[in-house]
């Protein structure tokens, strides 16, 4: 559902996106509305879902998780998508899976200790899913951007 918002939620959200820790003294100063106000936009926001909360990020490489994939699935009918995805929230090392249209079925973004790690995952976990007919990888050299939707 589309929520209409004014300049002052943009400018919340926006400030937001960047320093999610941010005190609301400092927020309500950037703004121009009392802290209090901010505090109720927020709730407001919040309870929209037009945010749902914060979040650290944690940096893969600097815990061991030196390869970052993207891994197109082809799956032999769309029916066994839901199946599919099911045993891949069971994979841990993925963190994003996306049901796409052309030729894939699911495209999922992984992060391995390494390429052995991957070739593990992938001949192991990914394609011994029932109904998996091929994979297509591609593994990233480096992430060039990474940032949130701004609005």
């Given at each position: 559902?589309?929520?209409?918002?004014?300049?002052?939620?943009?400018?919340?959200?926006?400030?937001?996106?960047?320093?999610?820790?941010?005190?609301?003294a400092e927020l309500s100063g950037q703004i121009g509305i009392?802290?209090?106000?901010?505090?109720?936009?927020?709730?407001?926001?919040?309870?929209?879902?037009?945010?749902?909360?914060?979040q650290i990020n944690i940096d893969p490489k600097k815990v061991g998780f030196t390869t970052l994939a993207f891994i197109g699935i082809y799956l032999e009918k769309a029916i066994d998508v839901n199946f599919a995805i099911k045993k891949l929230k069971a994979i841990e090392e993925i963190t994003e899976c996306h049901y796409t249209t052309g030729d894939w079925s699911i495209l999922v973004k992984i992060y391995c200790k390494d390429n052995q790690h991957l070739m593990k995952l992938l001949n192991e976990k990914i394609q011994a899913?029932?109904?998996?007919?091929?994979?297509?990888?591609?593994?990233?050299?480096?992430?060039?951007?990474?940032?949130?939707?701004?609005?």
């Amino acid at each position: 559902d589309y929520y209409l918002m004014d300049s002052i939620d943009f400018k919340i959200i926006n400030f937001l996106s960047k320093n999610a820790k941010i005190p609301i003294a400092e927020l309500s100063g950037q703004i121009g509305i009392s802290g209090a106000a901010i505090h109720k936009r927020i709730k407001k926001l919040e309870n929209k879902k037009i945010f749902t909360g914060s979040q650290i990020n944690i940096d893969p490489k600097k815990v061991g998780f030196t390869t970052l994939a993207f891994i197109g699935i082809y799956l032999e009918k769309a029916i066994d998508v839901n199946f599919a995805i099911k045993k891949l929230k069971a994979i841990e090392e993925i963190t994003e899976c996306h049901y796409t249209t052309g030729d894939w079925s699911i495209l999922v973004k992984i992060y391995c200790k390494d390429n052995q790690h991957l070739m593990k995952l992938l001949n192991e976990k990914i394609q011994a899913i029932k109904g998996v007919s091929r994979t297509e990888t591609f593994i990233s050299l480096n992430q060039q951007i990474s940032r949130q939707i701004r609005i």
